[in-house]
């Protein structure tokens, strides 16, 4: 019998862990990686926000089910996490965060709200006044294209623009490679956290039409204070193995940064701004044994 567990806080966590060429199963209770010599390395699922599955990953029913319990994410990605396959969601997301969701969504005032406050937040000061969404995000990628530019002359790198093919990883440069394999980071453990607070990743303000759309709204808020200037700063000294040498980077910066303490107080604050007020359901039927209250939050599974 396994002992009793549950999520604890995203905040608590470490940001993400990526797999490659191993067996994850479960070993006298402890979640662990196989690999094709039978030597074992011991991962702690439960403090982790994200596990990221590369190319030649096999995962057991049994791993699947504990990482499930503690709230921990598995994201099923191609080399050097340049593609998203799929994605286990850690918990159940809750009816009254995602109806808040959809109603500021579908709301062209509350939603307009929410992405000035999102432009707010990650560029430091307001947008412009009477501007519409699709106005702010021709802004918006004004900016981007200026910041990126900035960021390769700090860091003296080459740059020739955001230029990728998800179907060729190496017809990108090294500035490209280092970026998305980055930003790859910063996508998991966003989308770990928005799958924590009870959200939908595919309910997106700026973004939409996409699995992950709120997933690339909240990571953009964070993006060009930690994982872009870790990729160019390892654009700019190595030429052995970048991707490696990114997701290290991008590591030690979630940790000095404090980055999952941040994101899911962000992911309130950005909603808050619509104004609308997170419905209360009312006449619906009581579970027939109620949830304990755990210590994960509030979209985990108790």
């Given at each position: 019998?396994?002992?009793?567990?549950?999520?604890?806080?995203?905040?608590?966590?470490?940001?993400?862990?990526?797999?490659?060429?191993?067996?994850?199963?479960?070993?006298?209770?402890?979640?662990?990686?196989?690999?094709?010599?039978?030597?074992?390395?011991?991962?702690?699922?439960?403090?982790?926000?994200?596990?990221?599955?590369?190319?030649?990953?096999?995962?057991?029913?049994?791993?699947?089910?504990?990482?499930?319990?503690?709230?921990?994410?598995?994201?099923?990605?191609?080399?050097?996490?340049?593609?998203?396959?799929?994605?286990?969601?850690?918990?159940?997301?809750?009816?009254?965060?995602?109806?808040?969701?959809?109603?500021?969504?579908?709301?062209?005032?509350?939603?307009?709200?929410?992405?000035?406050?999102?432009?707010?937040?990650?560029?430091?000061?307001?947008?412009?006044?009477?501007?519409?969404?699709?106005?702010?995000?021709?802004?918006?990628?004004?900016?981007?294209?200026?910041?990126?530019?900035l960021m390769a002359r700090k860091y003296r790198v080459a740059w020739k623009g955001r230029r990728y093919d998800p179907n060729?990883?190496?017809?990108?440069?090294?500035?490209?490679?280092?970026?998305?394999?980055?930003?790859?980071?910063?996508?998991?453990?966003?989308?770990?956290?928005?799958?924590?607070?009870?959200?939908?990743?595919?309910?997106?303000?700026?973004?939409?039409?996409?699995?992950?759309?709120?997933?690339?709204?909240?990571?953009?808020?964070?993006?060009?204070?930690?994982?872009?200037?870790?990729?160019?700063?390892?654009?700019?000294?190595?030429?052995?193995?970048?991707?490696?040498?990114?997701?290290?980077?991008?590591?030690?910066?979630?940790?000095?940064?404090?980055?999952?303490?941040?994101?899911?107080?962000?992911?309130?604050?950005?909603?808050?701004?619509?104004?609308?007020?997170?419905?209360?359901?009312?006449?619906?039927?009581?579970?027939?044994?109620?949830?304990?209250?755990?210590?994960?939050?509030?979209?985990?599974?108790?």
């Amino acid at each position: 019998m396994l002992p009793d567990l549950g999520p604890i806080p995203i905040k608590d966590r470490y940001s993400v862990v990526f797999v490659e060429k191993g067996r994850l199963d479960v070993l006298d209770g402890a979640f662990v990686v196989v690999d094709k010599t039978g030597v074992r390395t011991h991962i702690p699922v439960g403090s982790v926000a994200c596990l990221m599955l590369e190319p030649g990953s096999r995962v057991s029913h049994r791993a699947v089910s504990l990482a499930a319990r503690v709230g921990c994410l598995l994201v099923w990605v191609g080399e050097a996490a340049v593609r998203v396959y799929a994605a286990g969601q850690p918990g159940g997301a809750r009816a009254d965060r995602l109806l808040h969701q959809f109603a500021l969504a579908s709301d062209a005032q509350a939603r307009l709200a929410v992405v000035r406050k999102m432009f707010e937040l990650r560029f430091g000061q307001p947008p412009p006044q009477r501007r519409s969404v699709d106005q702010l995000r021709g802004i918006e990628g004004v900016r981007v294209r200026k910041l990126y530019e900035l960021m390769a002359r700090k860091y003296r790198v080459a740059w020739k623009g955001r230029r990728y093919d998800p179907n060729d990883w190496e017809a990108g440069d090294l500035p490209n490679r280092c970026l998305s394999s980055a930003t790859a980071c910063l996508y998991g453990i966003c989308e770990a956290a928005v799958l924590a607070a009870g959200y939908s990743p595919a309910v997106g303000f700026i973004h939409s039409g996409k699995p992950l759309s709120f997933v690339y709204d909240i990571a953009d808020i964070f993006k060009f204070e930690t994982v872009v200037p870790a990729a160019f700063k390892v654009a700019a000294r190595v030429r052995g193995n970048p991707e490696r040498e990114v997701r290290l980077a991008c590591r030690d910066m979630f940790r000095r940064t404090k980055l999952l303490k941040r994101v899911i107080p962000t992911i309130e604050r950005v909603l808050s701004a619509g104004g609308l007020p997170v419905p209360n359901l009312q006449g619906v039927v009581a579970p027939a044994l109620p949830e304990r209250k755990g210590l994960g939050d509030d979209g985990h599974r108790a």
